[in-house]
């Protein structure tokens, strides 16, 4: 696929968007130094600024690089309604060391965006470290549950029914998540240790 996308844009040396393109191929591999050198030249190239402030921001965050929090910023007054632009300015301010900006970050990604476990899971570690440990364990048991971790999300939502004040909003959809979660996390285990038992049983000599 990158051997593609290289060739389409080496035939074409002066097309934007054909080197927008291969960064994002590049970004979508892991490949973040090489995507940084194709986004760059086509921002070079007069790419759209938003297209560009979005993608090659994101890939600065991941590299640490300081040019990601302006860029980003840059980018959110113009599209603030864009959760993973949020949840990657979180990012970037946290790298500088701005917890209190990381996490309001985080929360207004959350609030966009529920399903965002990376931030639920983010904005958590935040909220613990701050001394809002039921916050922080509400938050990363959502992270745990949008992942499929149900027995992690379970663990999280019980310690946060211990620490959350009783009847507010949070503490009661604890609960209830409680709830919905033991019987799933009860029948995986059970069918988990039926899975070990037949395995034994195989291993056993006939």
Request: charged share 35%; net charge negative.
């Amino acid at each position: 696929m990158i051997a593609s996308y290289r060739h389409e844009a080496d035939q074409k040396p002066k097309d934007a968007n054909r080197e927008f393109l291969l960064g994002r191929v590049y970004e979508t591999v892991g490949q973040y130094d090489a995507a940084r050198r194709a986004l760059e030249r086509a921002r070079d190239l007069g790419d759209p600024a938003e297209r560009i402030d979005r993608t090659l921001g994101g890939v600065y965050v991941v590299l640490r690089d300081k040019q990601a929090q302006p860029m980003l910023e840059r980018y959110l007054v113009k599209n603030p309604d864009d959760a993973e632009a949020h949840l990657n300015l979180g990012k970037a301010l946290a790298t500088a060391g701005d917890e209190e900006g990381a996490l309001r970050e985080y929360q207004r990604a959350t609030t966009l965006e529920p399903t965002l476990d990376e931030a639920q899971r983010l904005g958590g570690v935040l909220l613990g470290r701050k001394g809002n440990e039921g916050d922080g364990y509400y938050h990363l048991a959502l992270a745990s549950r949008e992942r499929g971790d149900l027995g992690q999300a379970l663990l999280q939502f019980e310690r946060a029914t211990h620490l959350l004040d009783l009847g507010s909003s949070r503490y009661e959809e604890s609960v209830r998540a409680i709830a919905e979660l033991r019987p799933l996390v009860t029948e995986l285990q059970r069918e988990r240790a039926e899975a070990e038992r037949e395995k034994e049983r195989r291993r056993r000599p006939q």
